[in-house]
């Protein structure tokens, strides 16, 4: 079994900050964990912060020099640290994995950002 599991989400004022993190256990490992997705009421899923080939980094423009994505595989997670929170950022943020030709999604967490 794959399990992804994202905590750390909660209601912050504009300007403030949250780290939100993606444990994965099962058949998986934090080197599976492709990134952070979103998904505000009424929008479409999109992409907030992902890795790329050897270790690279990718960020949706709007987070760009706000948010910070990182693995640690000891701990066998990948977070999603957040500063300089606006409240179009609130969304419910999803974590996914990839193995193998399929893929895998975390229950989300909600991130509410009031102005």
């Known amino acids: 079994q794959v399990q992804l599991v994202e905590s750390g989400g909660g209601l912050v004022q504009a300007g403030g900050s949250l780290r939100l993190s993606c444990a994965a256990s099962g058949r998986i490992s934090s080197r599976n964990i492709m990134g952070w997705w979103r998904q505000a009421p009424g929008k479409q899923r999109e992409v907030v912060a992902s890795f790329g080939s050897g270790g690279s980094t990718n960020y949706a423009d709007s987070v760009k020099g706000r948010f910070t994505i990182s693995r640690d595989n000891a701990r066998n997670t990948v977070d999603l640290q957040m500063n300089s929170l606006k409240p179009e950022d609130t969304a419910v943020y999803y974590c996914?994995?990839?193995?193998?030709?399929?893929?895998?999604w975390g229950q989300g967490t909600q991130v509410t950002v009031s102005s």
């Open positions: 996914k994995a990839r193995v193998g030709w399929s893929e895998f």
